[in-house]
Every structure is written in structure tokens, then in C-alpha cells.
């Protein structure tokens, strides 16, 4: 067995703010020698960086990156490459380990690998929002950047029509405005235009904002790449200010009594 020359950390630094990194993100960022990222997460945690080497880059330098932090690792640094929410949900985990893959790695040879998971844009926006996803829901990304949209299309209808919660990922920016406009035809299409819909920027950041609403509504809200919406189901509903999702309890226990133990 070859002896392992670096180790690359797959850092995810949740929504952006100190507090929901876990201590193991924080650990292995602090172990790290070099820091690559794309620019902006490089920013939400440069406090927390001190004097290490940092590499950023721009949007759709994935690869890049990631051959950077593979090649830096093999060459006997520990590297921690971050991803905002979590490293493997739309993160860099994948494409981190494509490149790996391709370049002959196998977890027996050559770098150490770790994937330390952390809070997704789909769990933080939730909290903030109350709690829409205590029962069955799904994530699905509208940019059509990597996937072709008549997919997207196909799992946004099939998405729609099963009830599920649906968290909307990459929903709008300068240029790509017709996708989220898309899905709400298809929602409109399936549900009642009354469904509660959260939409959330900028969570846990500076420019946090929680707006509750609903299908027909949801479009004259602000909606930009730092935007997740979540798109309640037939149950969900919106009470105090809260957007709540039934797990189903209350159909098999005595709610009543549990209101007189509280």
C-alpha cells in the first residue's frame, strides 16, 4: 500500500456564519495548510483563515478548483477545499471526487480523503422559516446550467403531483429568469395557488430575509441565487408566523393531552 502523501478535507461551512459550522469543519480548517474555495464562501469565513495559503476562484471553476486541491494534496499538503451548505448536497464532494477517480485514486493509495458534512441551504432556511419539512420533501435545483431543463421539468411535474415539499435550489439570477416562472405554472397546474411557499435569502447572512407566502404570490417576491424556496404540500399550513408541515401525529395521538403536559 502506497503511503499516503496529504490529505484533502471536504469542508462544508453551512450558510455562512461561525456559529452553524460544526466543530469539525472548524477543526479541519484549522489543520489545513492551504485553503481553496470559490471567492464569496471564501469570504463568509475569511475570519477564521489567519495566515494559511488561500486559493479562490470564480463561478464555473469547479473543476479547477478541485484539480487544484487534489494536485496541492498529492503533493503532501492538507488541504481543505470548502463548499457552502453541505459539501454533498450541489456541493463540491462530487466533482472533488471525479477528479480523484479520474486521475487513478483509490481510497487504498495516494491522499486521505474526509467528507466532513454540515447544515444545507435546504435545513437553514427551514429553521428560519419554522418547520416545513417535518414530513416527506425533495431538493431540486432550477439551473440548467449542468442539467437540461426538460429534465428539471419532468421532476418538477412528478415532484408536484406526489405532494411532496419541494425546496427550489438556484431559482433565478440576472440572466436566467424564466425557469422559476416555469415552476410555478407547474405547481399552479397541480395544487391549490394557497399552498404556503417560504422564501428565504441570505440565510444566517447579513442580508437575511423570510418571506411567507404562497403559490400564486410567490413570484413578487425577491428571488436571486442567494434564494431557497420551499413550496409546502397539501397539509402544510402557515400559523403565528410559522410555515408547519404535519408529520401526522395528531391523527394517532391525543394532541390535547399533550398540550396539557406542556
Known amino acids: 500500500m502506497a503511503e499516503l502523501s496529504g490529505k484533502l478535507y471536504l469542508v462544508s461551512t453551512g450558510p455562512g456564519n461561525e456559529n452553524y459550522l460544526t466543530p469539525r469543519?472548524?477543526?479541519?480548517?484549522?489543520?489545513?495548510?492551504?485553503?481553496?474555495?470559490?471567492?464569496?464562501?471564501?469570504?463568509?469565513?475569511?475570519?477564521m483563515l489567519g495566515d494559511k495559503e488561500i486559493i479562490g476562484s470564480g463561478m464555473r471553476q469547479e473543476l479547477e478548483r478541485c484539480g487544484t486541491a487534489c494536485k496541492l494534496a498529492m503533493d503532501?499538503?492538507?488541504?481543505?477545499?470548502?463548499?457552502?451548505?453541505?459539501?454533498?448536497?450541489?456541493?463540491?464532494?462530487?466533482?472533488?471526487?471525479?477528479?480523484?477517480?479520474?486521475?487513478?485514486?483509490t481510497p487504498q493509495s495516494g491522499i486521505e480523503v474526509e467528507v466532513i458534512p454540515g447544515v444545507t441551504a435546504l435545513s437553514a432556511c427551514a429553521s428560519l422559516a419554522g418547520?416545513?419539512?417535518?414530513?416527506?420533501?425533495?431538493?431540486?435545483?432550477?439551473?440548467?446550467?449542468?442539467?437540461?431543463?426538460?429534465?428539471?421539468?419532468?421532476?418538477?411535474?412528478?415532484?408536484?403531483?406526489a405532494d411532496f415539499v419541494i425546496?427550489?435550489?438556484?431559482p433565478k439570477s440576472g440572466k436566467r429568469t424564466q425557469q422559476i416562472i416555469e415552476a410555478q405554472k407547474i405547481f399552479l397546474s397541480c395544487r391549490n395557488p394557497l399552498t404556503p411557499v417560504a422564501v428565504v435569502n441570505?440565510?444566517?447572512?447579513?442580508?437575511?430575509?423570510?418571506?411567507?407566502?404562497?403559490?400564486?404570490d410567490m413570484n413578487n417576491q425577491k428571488i436571486g441565487m442567494q434564494t431557497t424556496l420551499i413550496v409546502g404540500n397539501s397539509q402544510t399550513f402557515i400559523k403565528a408566523?410559522?410555515?408547519?408541515?404535519?408529520?401526522?401525529?395528531?391523527?394517532?395521538?391525543?394532541?390535547?393531552?399533550a398540550v396539557k403536559l406542556s
Request: glycine content about 6%.
Open 25 to 47: 469543519a472548524l477543526a479541519a480548517i484549522a489543520e489545513a495548510e492551504v485553503v481553496v474555495g470559490y471567492k464569496t464562501y471564501l469570504n463568509l469565513v475569511k475570519d
Open 167 to 170: 425546496a427550489l435550489y438556484n
Open 131 to 161: 418547520a416545513p419539512l417535518t414530513h416527506d420533501f425533495c431538493a431540486i435545483s432550477l439551473s440548467d446550467l449542468m442539467t437540461p431543463w426538460s429534465v428539471i421539468e419532468k421532476r418538477l411535474i412528478a415532484a408536484a403531483k
Open 241 to 257: 408566523n410559522t410555515m408547519i408541515t404535519p408529520r401526522g401525529y395528531t391523527d394517532k395521538y391525543d394532541i390535547d393531552e
Open 202 to 216: 441570505a440565510a444566517y447572512r447579513e442580508k437575511e430575509q423570510l418571506t411567507l407566502t404562497n403559490i400564486a
Open 76 to 105: 503532501g499538503k492538507k488541504v481543505a477545499l470548502i463548499s457552502s451548505g453541505d459539501v454533498g448536497i450541489y456541493g463540491m464532494a462530487g466533482p472533488a471526487y471525479e477528479v480523484l477517480l479520474h486521475s487513478g485514486w
